[in-house]
């Protein structure tokens, strides 16, 4: 029997997703609702729609023809307007969660205080105001304070003392911001350590982990300049990262096991879909920092090329409750991703430019992010454009693959050479190894 297989979204994770799913052992037609035509998701479909993501009534026509077996969605945005209740009402099962249990991600006080309510560990200080009273107080006692506003904000809404501003002044002012748009804001102790993340296929009690992968938020080089939605991440062959044991990869998916029973218990039923935990590793143990309801960008290029078993039977297993028959097997191999970004990213982008990838080789995967083909060449649109992903035995061989791919992009673009180099990931051991080398000085 053919599995019709319709996915929901247009960036280089819905690439990457797209290329899983053909790839699988499985007899497969696949679809796509996209909000503009990515060439590469394009390519792979029997058929495809553009529209507006979060306008479920323009999708009607295309479901109700194409009859998908199951949905994946991509992005957040239509996972927190509530499109797995509403194809739901057409018995379309979806790898994404209903809008209540999307609140993982679209609500920072709700996922924080599930964990308190449940006990759940890896949880920092925190408090959620919906005014100002006792804000000075509470910012006075944590000293080094992260700033959240409570709603989905594109990874863009999130301030770190320190990073984004320098002192509790300026912390106050940001919060009475949010607070002044009618929107909680939820203050949080500030953690030191290296941030990874772990995606994990979660279907009730079920969770299936991924490889875990650190990407690069920031836009330039050596982690400096404005957050991003990613600039690129690595993950190495042993399925754990340079700064990382395997008992910290347990205690991550410890906290995703306990969360996924919780928000069960909370919400009344179970969470279909991927739980994407950022994680961070500190002198004092593993802590969440957030979760996504929805696969990383760009961490789901890292890993769903190296997924061995039938990615499709995986999926039909998780959206039927029945996850726990099978099992997700990967690829022993160390991976590099790279995005091109348009130059001015992410603040002014230059759009409407053509690129030209004639050059790149063809050693690294490819996936098109905010790109379309149009008579005049690959255009970019504004966001991420084009992802470069190199596959090798080591981090070292996979990075010199991406780099060659990504900087042999002609157009007005730029990228991170620093990502996956030996250069930064020492960087990286060595800062956690002096944490916890001033931890056990502080047990003396
Ligand atoms: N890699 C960041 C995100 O997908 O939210």
Redesign the pocket.
Known sequence: MTVRVLLVGNGG?EHAIAEATVMSPTDVKLYAIMSYKNPGIAKLCDDYRIADLTNFVAMKEFIQRIRPNFAIIGPEAPLGAGIADFFEEYNIPTVGPKKSLARLETSKAFTRELMQKYNIEGLPRFRVFESSEGLTEYLEELGQVVVKPDGLTG?KGVKVQGDHFKTLNEAYDYAMEILSKKQKVVIEEKLEGEEF?LQSFVSGETVLDFPVVQ?H?RAYEEDKGPNT??MG?YSDANHLLPFLDENDVKQAHAITEKVAKAIMKECGEAYRGVM?G?FIKTANGVKLIEY?A??????AMNVLPLIKSDFVEVCQALVSGKLDRVKMEFENKATVCKYAVPEGYPGKPVKGETIDLSLVGKDARVFYASVEDKPEGLVMLGSRAVAFVGIADTISEAESIAEFAVSRVKGPVFHRSDIGTRRLIERRVKHIRRLLQNNDGSKD
């Open positions: 994770r990874g993340s990407d938020k939605g990613g991440s994407y950022g996504n929805r696969f990383g960008d760009p961490e």
